[in-house]
């Protein structure tokens, strides 16, 4: 059984930084395309960035050239360097395949950038 555990969230002011973190408890590198997903209140869950096995990655134009998606295959994590943060970034974050898989989803991570 997949289980993917986000961490690294919490509260940030506006134009700072924060890295996620998404663990995987078992390899699927070879598998699939692994992607960050976000959902704020009141809003429908929409695709941060993901990223291929070979490293290529793609993201929402909201978020281009503020986060980086990397994966580090050792270590089997994702990871979400996110920089300039703004308050329509906060959200819980989640990391998941790409195209998500409902069962694949966890518990996310709370990011609130407020002053």
């Known amino acids: 059984q997949v289980q993917l555990v986000e961490s690294g969230g919490g509260l940030v002011q506006p134009g700072g930084s924060l890295r996620l973190s998404c663990a995987v408890s078992?390899?699927?590198?070879?598998?699939?395309?692994m992607g960050w997903y976000r959902q704020a209140p009141g809003k429908q869950r929409e695709r941060v960035a993901i990223i291929a096995s070979d490293s290529s990655t793609n993201y929402a134009d909201s978020v281009k050239g503020r986060f980086t998606i990397s994966r580090d295959n050792a270590k089997n994590t994702v990871y979400l360097q996110m920089n300039s943060l703004k308050s329509e970034d906060t959200a819980v974050y989640y990391c998941?395949?790409?195209?998500?898989?409902?069962?694949?989803w966890g518990q996310g991570t709370q990011v609130t950038v407020s002053s």
């Open positions: 998941n395949r790409a195209p998500p898989l409902s069962a694949y």
């Open positions: 078992r390899n699927i590198w070879n598998l699939y395309v």
